[in-house]
């Protein structure tokens, strides 16, 4: 079965300063890894991906992702936070291939941005 | 890129009626669609998956009778919330899958906010 933690359910940084979102998975099979974000009573938007290719991912609004299978990890960074950054960002994980299988996901990180 | 919406949007309804909410893939074909909820600053809350075609296989916890779940076309999957009462105050998500091409990834709508009175 697969799980995702997401350390930290509230996040506070600096306008300009370094975002680092943590999230572990567990999962049998090769994962594919996903990373949305959530504003306030929107939608869930995708801002990058992980299947399988590069270990580096990069994303919409100048976020990325590393995949690191030793650590298990899919931390999301983004070197310079902006006040529209301020949302909630879910980690999630699939088994690779998709079918019927929905993703998990992790509980969500608030993201906030004080100027 | 792959469009999924959500109809209403917003729902605001009296305790004892029924409401429906429609999640329709706008540019391509959605074999599996995903129900979900989400409780205030909670994560998504999978409901059920649905296939076209096929009864939608639900999450232990959640009651079919009162979440009904039909998947007529590869473009339109519908959840009636029967008989809502206020603790079913929530917003549902959906979500579509779509062709091998697609296989992998979920697209999803812009949510609908219920609100019971």
């Known amino acids: 079965a697969q799980s995702v933690t997401q350390l930290g359910s509230h996040v506070s940084v600096s306008e300009g300063a370094l975002v680092l979102l943590r999230c572990n998975y567990s999962s049998s099979v090769p994962p594919y890894l996903f990373w949305y974000v959530q504003y306030p009573n929107q939608g869930l938007q995708l801002l990058l991906k992980y299947t399988s290719a590069a270990t580096l991912v990069k994303g919409i609004n100048g976020f990325e992702a590393e995949f690191k299978k030793s650590e298990t990890s899919f931390h999301l960074t983004k070197p310079s936070a902006h006040m529209s950054d301020a949302a909630e960002y879910f980690c999630a994980v699939s088994p690779g291939g998709g079918g019927n299988t929905p993703l998990v996901f992790g509980k969500g990180t608030r993201l906030s941005v004080i100027a | 890129g792959a469009v999924v919406s959500q109809h209403p949007s917003w729902v605001i309804c009296k305790s004892g009626t029924s409401v429906k909410i429609e999640c329709r893939s706008l540019?391509?074909?959605?074999?599996?669609m995903f129900w979900y909820r989400q409780f205030p600053k909670q994560s998504l809350m999978l409901m059920a998956t649905?296939?076209?075609?096929?009864?939608?296989?639900?999450e232990q916890g959640v009651e079919k009778d009162k979440f009904l779940i039909n998947h007529a076309s590869l473009t339109l999957s519908t959840l009636t919330v029967t008989s809502a009462h206020p603790e079913d105050s929530s917003f549902y998500i959906c979500?579509?899958?779509?062709?091998?091409?697609?296989?992998?990834?979920?697209?999803f709508g812009p949510g609908t906010r219920l609100t019971v009175l």
């Open positions: 979500s579509a899958r779509g062709a091998p091409e697609l296989a992998w990834e979920q697209f």
């Open positions: 540019d391509f074909q959605a074999t599996t």
């Open positions: 649905s296939n076209e075609g096929s009864k939608a296989t639900y």
